[in-house]
């Protein structure tokens, strides 16, 4: 159904963990995406990458490290965490026409964190 | 900083009446598109309006780009329970890499 794959689904992780998020986009897309979706909050955009460079770091604090080894796959390194960085982390990714019509974010399923 | 207001948060329905969400930017967009989140899923692409005063129907759908391009609308007539979900509408800030979300309309059906 989805071009865009999410690993893991949900993750359990205390303060002093680390762990990663995978992303995988199957769409040949140029661009990929990390939000942030929290309860009673609007999407919030974490990081842009755009032909594997890293265009946009929205003031993420940098116990959040993202990763674009190619334009296919995109990371996002946890590590020390707090309880308020429970959420689900959505990727996106998107072709850039250049503001033609057709532009759309194709999200994944998300993982849903809680850090304990 | 430019940001996308939409209203209301919520929208309780009864099943087969219409409804309208509202999408409101402090500055002229490029594009609006708009979103769906079904309950315990992500948001998934519905459509995106480019031209003043622009309307596209999708099914009882009908979106609407304001003539001055700072406001949207979504509009569902007969709603049905396949309609529960939160609608986000999303615009182009700042450059053409970032899109900024609406908070969401969640919509709730009573049958």
């Known amino acids: 159904e989805t071009g865009v794959t999410q690993t893991p689904r949900h993750l359990v992780m205390g303060m002093t963990n680390k762990k990663s998020l995978k992303c995988e986009q199957h769409l040949g897309h140029n661009a990929m995406y990390w939000y942030k979706q929290s309860a009673k909050k609007p999407l919030e955009l974490m990081f842009v990458y755009s032909l594997e460079e890293r265009v946009e770091n929205n003031s993420v604090p940098s116990r959040f490290s993202p990763e674009c080894p190619n334009s296919s796959h995109l990371f996002l390194h946890l590590h020390t965490l707090q309880p308020e960085d429970s959420a689900l982390y959505l990727c996106?990714?998107?072709?850039?026409?250049?503001?033609?019509?057709?532009?759309?974010?194709?999200f994944g399923p998300g993982t849903r964190l809680t850090v304990l | 900083g430019q940001q996308v207001m939409q209203i209301p948060q919520y929208q309780h329905v009864q099943e087969g009446e219409d409804f309208t969400t509202y999408c409101n930017s402090s500055?002229?967009?490029?594009?609006i598109q708009w979103y769906k989140q079904r309950p315990g899923g992500h948001p998934v692409f519905l459509i995106q309006?480019?031209?003043?005063?622009e309307v596209k129907k999708q099914k009882r759908l009908t979106f609407q780009f304001g003539e001055a391009k700072k406001n949207s609308s979504l509009h569902i007539t007969a709603t049905q329970t396949t309609d529960v979900g939160t609608y986000f509408c999303?615009?182009?800030?700042?450059?053409?890499?970032?899109?900024?979300f609406g908070a969401g309309t969640t919509v709730t059906v009573r049958a």
């Open positions: 500055t002229t967009l490029s594009n």
């Open positions: 309006l480019v031209k003043s005063g």
């Open positions: 999303a615009g182009p800030i700042t450059n053409d890499y970032k899109l900024s």
């Open positions: 996106a990714s998107r072709q850039l026409n250049a503001g033609q019509a057709g532009d759309e974010q194709f």
